[in-house]
């Protein structure tokens, strides 16, 4: 019966290495956001467990965005933090779009597609530089 038992427990130690060695390495990130008496962001903190940076890096706005395949929707948190000024959220609104744009060709191979939204990126912020420029005079 000890034999039995051994091997049994063998077995099951194998089995179980062999889990773990399938189970998918995981990562962590975390944002935190510390909120005004108005409830406004005031400061934006991130960090992730597999980050070379020792400390939470400090970031002005997030764009997080999630797709829900069972509601074909996307659910979204959009935070920017009250000193974010609006030529840094324009930058940001440009980089994100040619970065969004970037994954899409990763991940449809549309080169049309992306062009178009390159092109948006670009008019964008084009015209945003003309309006501050008339705002400017």
């Known amino acids: ?52 940076a020792d400390n939470a890096q400090q970031a002005k706005a997030m764009l997080l965005a999630f797709w829900d395949a069972a509601d074909k929707s996307a ?12 030529d840094e959220m324009a930058d940001f609104f440009y980089q994100t779009i040619m970065t969004m744009a970037d994954t899409y060709n990763r991940a449809t191979q549309q080169p049309e597609l992306v062009a178009d939204m390159k092109k948006f990126a670009k008019d964008f912020f084009n015209k945003f530089r003309e309006l501050q420029a008339k705002e400017t005079k």
């Open 1 to 52: 019966m000890g034999k039995i038992l051994k091997c049994a427990c063998e077995t099951f130690s194998r089995y179980i290495c062999s889990l773990n060695k399938l189970t998918m390495p995981t990562s962590t990130i975390t944002i935190d956001v510390e909120l005004g008496k108005d409830k406004v962001p005031e400061k934006i903190y991130w960090n992730a467990t597999d980050s070379s």
């Open 75 to 86: 659910l979204r948190i959009d935070l920017w933090t009250k000193d974010m000024m609006v």
